[in-house]
Nanobody
Framework: QVELVESGGGLVQAGGSLRLSCAAS????????MGWFRQAAGKEREFVAA????????YYADSVKGRFTISRDNSKNTVYLQMNSLKPEDTAVYYC?????????????????????WGQGTQVTVSS
């Protein structure tokens, strides 16, 4: 019922920036909380950032605080992840996901089990 498509990944040198986008189609996107997750080669998928359906609350993993910013534009059915000061350890496939706005705490938003829909991912590679 909801389709998510990520874009904006690529190759960048350490210290550089990228902006990821996740375009959504389907029912009432503006009422969905959105999250970004990533999975590096050989590692488990991990939480990166999340934003409430109103955009009033944001949440970040400690590893990206101060460097990444999540935002959304409900009029365009799109969520963004601005990534600055990129490090080689940020290299991963980045996925966006949508939940049906039941989450109200960090503990809920960071759990991938709470999300109903997932995109196919976009590769981010940061060179040393």
């Amino acid at each position: 019922q909801v389709e998510l498509v990520e874009s904006g990944g690529g190759l960048v040198q350490a210290g550089g920036s990228l902006r990821l986008s996740c375009a959504a189609s389907g029912r009432t996107f503006s009422r969905y909380g959105m999250g970004w997750f990533r999975q590096a080669a050989g590692k488990e998928r991990e939480f990166v950032a999340a934003i409430s359906w109103t955009g009033g609350s944001t949440y970040y993993a400690d590893s990206v605080k101060g460097r990444f910013t999540i935002s959304r534009d409900n009029s365009k059915n799109t969520v963004y992840l601005q990534m600055n000061s990129l490090k080689p350890e940020d290299t991963a496939v980045y996925y966006c996901a949508a939940d049906d706005h039941y989450c109200v705490t960090y503990g809920c938003y960071m759990s991938q089990l709470e999300y109903d829909y997932w995109g196919q991912g976009t590769q981010v590679t940061v060179s040393s």
